[in-house]
C-alpha cells in the first residue's frame, strides 16, 4: 500500500494537546485505536509537511 492506493476505510482523527505537553494524533478506525504523541517541534514539522503536500496537491489539480 502506497500514498497513492486508495481504501475504503473509514476513520476518525482528532488532534489536541495532552495533559503531559505533548501534541496527540488520535486515530479510530474499525475498533483500532492509534494514539501517537509528538513533542510540540516535531508537531510543528508535520504541520510544516501537511501545508507542504496542500500546496503540491494543488498544483496537480490545478
Do not use: H, W, Y
Not at 500500500?1 to 488532534?15: F, H, K, V, W
Not at 496527540?24 to 508537531?43: H, K, N, Q, S, T
Not at 496537491?57 to 490545478?62: C, N, P
Amino acid at each position: 500500500m502506497g500514498i497513492n492506493t486508495e481504501r475504503d476505510i473509514q476513520a476518525n482523527l482528532q488532534i489536541g494537546p495532552t495533559d503531559q505537553g505533548m501534541v496527540r494524533l488520535f486515530i479510530e478506525a474499525d475498533g483500532i485505536e492509534v494514539p501517537m504523541d509528538f513533542e510540540p517541534e516535531e508537531a510543528e514539522e508535520i504541520a510544516e509537511e501537511i501545508l507542504a503536500a496542500v500546496q503540491a496537491a494543488r498544483i496537480v489539480k490545478d
